[in-house]
Nanobody, 124 residues
Framework: QVQLVESGGGLVQAGGSLRLSCAAS????????MGWFRQAPGKEREFVAG????????SYAGSVKGRFTISRDNAKNTVYLQMNSLEPEDTGVYYC?????????????????WGQGTQITVSS
């Protein structure tokens, strides 16, 4: 069992930066693939970025590639999402998720555990 708590959300102007953190409970955090998803009002939850347990494999949605960076610190049981050059289209609730598989999934249904989400609002 893994419990996830996101933090770092807020309001930012377009072009600005934010860093999200996701703290995980449990002693086996290091074996989980971790992902970030987001959901805008009226839209489905979409994949943003994912990272394998070792950090050696990372995957990004095309819309954030080059602007967002996912990383993890297994000693701190934490995964991060550094978001630069934010755009109004990045607005939404951001969720972190954990999967017990090896490959980084890009679909929400593949993830086993979810955080409660944190709101990001990017103003134009």
């Amino acid at each position: 069992q893994v419990q996830l708590v996101e933090s770092g959300g807020g309001l930012v102007q377009a072009g600005g930066s934010l860093r999200l953190s996701c703290a995980a409970s449990g002693r086996t955090f290091s074996i989980y693939t971790m992902g970030w998803f987001r959901q805008a009002p009226g839209k489905e939850r979409e994949f943003v970025a994912g990272i394998s347990w070792s950090g050696g494999n990372r995957s990004y949605a095309g819309s954030v590639k080059g602007r967002f960076t996912i990383s993890r610190d297994n000693a701190k049981n934490t995964v991060y999402l550094q978001m630069n050059s934010l755009e109004p289209e990045d607005t939404g609730v951001y969720y972190c998720a954990a999967d017990r598989g090896i490959v980084v999934p890009t679909t929400a249904a593949r993830y086993d555990y979810w955080g409660q989400g944190t709101q990001i609002t990017v103003s134009s």
